[in-house]
């Protein structure tokens, strides 16, 4: 038989069951839409360089085709956009649209060298929409009460805070790509605020659960105990978050290391970036139904 | 207009999966996918142990965390009775309603795939016509016979008699009499969704 | 949509158990997509259970066996290629006419037919043709080694019918004993499940003394986990208790309704009037002995010694008092491991729910009110010594008044005052229940049969009071010169039985099939023993089949009020491929044997044809047209075959009063004192010893008592705790394990495919659920599994569900799945209950981790 079609289907025994509906595709659309938007802001308003902006839509337009690859059938794609009264996904959907619409409007605009206004026009408005982008994969898990680990504000928040971390990150690699290693000091520096930010809200969110009902203390113990303590402790805490905080203290403070940590450190934040959604998404339990 | 639900008696059900068997064959449903599964649970020490059955199906809640999930608006509930439905012809097969359901109600049909393995039995070729692969389906309380007037294959099939179903707003209906004079709990009160199926412990 | 009343439904009766459901099946455009219960049908009133809403993915298994095929590997065993090849019709029945012509010249006896199609047309004609073969021999399945032999002939001797169920609509307190009534198992599932979850809800007390308490047991009020094999101890302690401590039982009943009043002299029999012979009772008014049914008698006196022949000449039911009290609850407790309290408690509460004394009026006749009672089946009595199992089981029920009466213990139909047929119990010259007409077509055991040097090779003729002697014939092929039989078996034929996978170990199995020259498989599934045939024969599916009265009154027809019916089973589609129904294909055999004609005279009698529909023996009918004469000369010409078809089932009146509780309407007695046993026992030491013979005849005794089973008394370190088999709903026998929605639910049904063991006592051996463990017995027989760790077990029982493992590669879904618990069993004369035939189905084994 194929594999089960949903979670409660493999067996019948009365017990947390992990939702395995949305993998590693699904952790590849949040985490890819998250760099893509938080470098596009990036790369607009703090160090515009040619072809930055571009680079930044890439990942964006892979998360579409990881979220293709992901439904049951791509060709009604446009069908989700339907529910925008009640779906999050619709309107994340939307705002992805409207995202690389004005993105790559404001880029054609600046290619063609049109009047300054009407670039920055539509960056803000493409900014707007990529930061509601951000925003959008934790407000559809905290949207479903279903899954007590997902049904809480503090997701959204992180998630938020990943997709600024983690466009920092790829906003490295770029300016190391495109010979702006100059810029690396205040742009590591940044990382210095939100490593710790990010770190906080994550033990913040960590400890409601340890401390909540069954359901949420089962997820906590897959993270931190559990199947998924490797890739969440080791990966998305250690290596997207801890060790790339050292690494770019110890940069600033040695220059020397300035290129290699970015380099090092922004490969580690990237896939961190995706192993904490990715985490988080594999960590989903439902209770017991009784 | 009537608010259609279901009563499920926990003393009397003794886990004999009748139901199960009889809502896959009524509906057709693909290999691997059972809209009305029996889980089980052991309760207290030996000796003074036993197993719980717990019939499940869809709650067509009337508050559903499926058709807010649903971005394609494939899910309604119906104005008449409050069935709730999943249009496959809109589903683009996301699976957020299978995440957003508390209840596991919502199965994702992936690809068609023969019971036996081999090849595919005539029965099973007649029923997956009416199932789009990629899409999303569930348990519809058997809508196609409540039409007609009939209740749904599990509750006909239940040889204790321990599934009820009727119109919750009808004071006079057994399943409204049922509520009234016995305890009732619903499945995972905390997540809102105000199913239409409740438990008689 | 698979909308209900959509295209065409048709009426049949389910075979996915034995169960006789009625059934209603839908067809769209000649495909079946939907099997619902007939709503009308008393039967089952609108309800199946899983496996009969499953029962039509059999019929389109692509595995399924759909043209004749022959053996050409002569090498036969497990995981052996028989190397197929696909034949003819025509060929087969060359082949099978040939070989039975042959047979039939030289010995007929040697012909040998393993079937447990045994009710409605199939059933009832096949046993015919057997006859005018000139073959009494019949191998079996499992249902012939665990199922009723401690059943049937004790509801035989107590109600006077084949089978018998608890009266639960009237019921206030029931024990269950080794068995899952009300739980989707066992008899009249349909019916008992809503009975009980009805009772249950109105008040009644379920009490349920079962090693396992996965299903029946996590219903109960209470349930009381008991060491395998020993629900008789607990039952005798319970009549010691009732008898002797508390002094509550029905004295009035015990009286006039058993031959506890009668006399017994010293070496253990009747103290007989020396003119008539009739066995004597105390007429304590008079103050002398008088005959049991001398009208002169005034009070017999059930209790007490009297003075005759200058001794003092106790009633057997004194005997009786006397012999229980050596089941003291004390000593039980350490046989059963239920604490004696709980026996004492338990006694008490089934004594006073008895209400014995009080009445109740139904249709207008005052009956005793028993709602109290104990039933049981294969869990207590698939063991050596089951018989007396049995019989101190149910005794419970007779001391406390509860036979036949309302709320007791009800026989299926001893009695019929309604067309077409008319049966009722009649005494025996000793005063003692014998089942007449219908409720005698299978083997009573009393009179018991004459005993005599086997000519069955089921040994049968050794065996007077079992119901059939499989076991039996299974030694007997694997060690004939053992039992001096003159002749061996040439040519096994086998349909809707599987004794390789549902007896013993298979390779013991094995070892005997293979002994037999010639197999014929009649089937729809290519198991087990069909891998082992030289010709296999596509046989009809259930839902392919035309069965005559699928059901039978003395089995399959609720006991207690209600209402007589009977039930057709007709082809919904026809059959796929080339297959037949087996029985059909019988008789075409019997028209190139010769013996048509004299199969259709037993069938006359067998059935009481009535002109002008009697069979005659020059013609040659077609099935349909056997089946329906047969229906008209039952029900009038208006009720044929046609009107069945169209209705499925033909309700011909409601239960009378005295049909549905018929014990105060008779006469005959229930020997409570099993003084018949004795001289039984004498016949067959007398012809075993003058054969040269071992056979054990320590249990033709005339009071019960609980003895150990092999595994209680042996017990070898290391091998500790005791296996059991267990049911589940949803299976049934070895043809359901591979039925696609069914092997569905085992796969997810956490306890199907599992090794259950007691969480405490696993902890102890450093198990956790999902190792993989083994269980080993002491010959060396050994099956492998997953352990799951539950509450819900006894802590020195591990629990192995159904009949899985399987071994045939065609079961494709479910090969090699769980666990087959038959291997663990061994097959020896040792293990055998003398008196019912039945196999010993708990073995000790020892679990390790792997």
Known sequence: MSRPANVFSENYSIDFKLQQVWSIPHALEFFLLGVGAGQYILSTWFWPLPWAQLISLLPVLGAGLSLLADLGRPERLWRALANLRQSWISRGALSVFFFLAFAFLALFSRWTSSPSQLPLALESAATLFALIAMLYPGLVLSSYASIP???????????????????????????????????????????????????LCLLIHLSSMARGGAALREGYRLLVRGLLSGWFVGGAVGMGLLLPLVLVAVALINPEWLEFSALLSSLFVLAGGFLLRYSILKAGVYPPLF | MARLGMVIDLARCVGCDACTIACQTENGTPTGIQYAPVFRKEVGKFPQAKVLFLPTLCMHCDDPPCMKACPTGAISKREKDGIVLVDQDKCCGSKACIAACPYGALHFYEEQSAMYGKEMTAPEERALKKFTAGTAQKCTFCAHRVDQGLAPACVITCPTNCRIFGDLDDPRSEVSRLLRERNSVALRPDAGTEPSVRYLP | MNAAQENEWVKSTCYMCWNTCGIKVNKADGVIVKIEGDPDCPQNWGKTCAKGNAGYMSLYDPNRVLFPMRRTNPVKGFDVDPKWERISWEEALEILTARLKKIRAEDPRKLVISSFDTRGQSGVFWMAWAAAFGTPNQWGGGANYFCGNGFHPVTYLTHGTWFGEPDIRHCRYLMLFGTQNGSVSNHLPMDL??????????????????????????????????????????????????????????????????????????????????????????????????????????????????????????????????????????????????????????????????????????????????????????????????????????????????????????????????????????????????????????????????????????????????????????????????????????????????????????DVMAEALKKIPFVVAFTCEMNETAEFADIVLPDAHYLERLDAISNEPTEFVGAGEGHWYWMVRQPVVPPRGEARGWVEVLYDLADRLGIRGDAYALLNATLDLKEPFAYKPTEKYSWEELANRWMKSWFGPEKGLDWFKKNGFFITGKKKVEEAYPRVFLAPRIPLYVEYFLDAGAEIRKVTEGLGIRWDTDDYQALVDWKPCPAYEYSVAGYDLFVVNFKLPFHSLSYTSHNALLAELSEKNPYAYSVLLNAQTAHKKGICSGDRIRLETEEGYAVEGQALLTECIHPEVVGTAGCFGRKSKSLALSYGKGVHFNTLLPHSIERIDALSAALDSCVRVKVTKL
């Open chain 3, 193 to 506: 499940a809503a009975k009980m979850a009805d009772a249950r809800m109105d008040g009644m007390k379920l009490i349920v003394v079962d090693p396992v308490g996965i299903n029946a047991g996590s219903k109960a009020h209470e349930w009381v986990p008991i060491r395998p094999g020993t629900d008789a101890a607990l039952a005798l302690a319970m009549i010691n208790v009732l008898l002797n401590e508390e002094r509550l039982y029905d004295k009035e009943f015990l009286a006039k309704f058993t031959n506890g009043p009668y006399l017994i002299q010293e070496d253990g029999r009747y103290l007989r009037d020396r003119e008539t012979g009739k066995p004597l009772m105390w007429d304590l008014a008079a103050g002398r002995a008088r005959a049991f049914d001398d009208p002169a008698i005034g009070a017999a006196a059930l209790e007490g010694r009297f003075p005759l022949d200058g001794k003092q000449i106790p009633t057997a039911f004194t005997l009786f008092k006397e012999h229980v009290r050596r089941h003291t609850p004390e000593s039980v407790s350490s046989i059963t491991t239920v604490p004696a309290d709980t026996i004492r408690r338990l006694a008490r509460e089934f004594g006073m729910a008895a209400q014995i004394g009080s009445t109740i009026v139904i249709d207008g006749k005052e009956l005793p009110l028993r709602p109290a009672a104990a039933s049981w089946y294969r869990g207590a009595i698939a063991h050596k010594h089951g018989m007396l199992t049995g019989l101190a089981i149910q005794f419970l029920n007779v001391i406390a008044g509860a036979i036949d009466v309302p709320g007791g213990h009800l026989g299926n139909n001893p009695v019929s005052r309604t067309a077409p047929l008319h049966w009722s119990p009649v005494p025996s010259a000793d005063g003692l229940i014998i089942p007449q007409g219908y409720a005698r077509r299978r083997k009573p055991p009393y009179p018991a049969t004459k005993v005599k040097p086997p000519e069955r090779f089921d040994l049968l003729d050794l065996c007077p009071v079992a119901p059939y002697g499989t076991t039996f014939f299974t030694e007997a092929l694997l060690d004939p010169k053992r039992f001096r039989l003159s002749y061996f078996p040439e040519m096994l034929m086998v349909c809707r039985s599987n004794p390789l996978m549902t007896c013993a170990n298979p």
């Open chain 1, 149 to 199: 680990s997902w049904n809480s504000p503090m997701v959204p928040l992180l998630f938020f805070l990943s997709s600024w971390i983690t466009g920092l990150a790829a906003e490295w690699l770029v300016l190391l790509a495109l010979g702006a290693a100059r810029e690396l000091a205040p742009a590591m520096a940044l990382g210095l605020v939100l490593f710790p930010i990010t770190l």
